[in-house]
């Protein structure tokens, strides 16, 4: 079980940053393979980043490369997502997810454990 809690989200301007934070809990979490997902109204959850497990491996999806950067810190249990020059297109409540598989992945259904969410909204 892991327990995983959102912050950092806000209101920011066009071309702004921001950076998400994920703290977990109840397992040891150099285990988890992480992932950041996006859910935009009335749309669906979709990728945006994902961290191995040592942080050696990372991968983006192509809406967000280049612009955000996904992070870990084992000894502080947390897994960061630095976002940089954002746009409007970018709002969305972001979770944080974990994934008990052997290697780091972009698949949604190989997560097993989801955040509450953190509401980013870009806007002038």
């Known amino acids: 079980q892991v327990q995983l809690v959102e912050s950092g989200g806000g209101l920011v301007q066009p071309g702004g940053s921001l950076r998400l934070s994920c703290a977990a809990s109840?397992?040891?979490?150099?285990?988890?393979?992480m992932g950041w997902y996006r859910q935009a109204p009335g749309k669906e959850r979709e990728f945006a980043a994902t961290i191995s497990r040592r942080g050696v491996y990372t991968y983006y999806a192509d809406s967000v490369k280049g612009r955000f950067t996904i992070s870990r810190d084992n000894a502080k249990n947390t897994v960061y997502l630095q976002m940089n020059s954002l746009k409007p297109e970018d709002t969305a409540v972001y979770y944080c997810?974990?994934?008990?598989?052997?290697?780091?992945?972009?698949?949604?259904?190989?997560?097993?454990?989801w955040g509450q969410g953190t509401q980013v909204t870009v806007s002038s």
């Open positions: 109840g397992s040891i979490f150099s285990i988890w393979n």
């Open positions: 997810a974990a994934a008990g598989g052997l290697l780091v992945t972009r698949e949604k259904n190989e997560y097993d454990y």
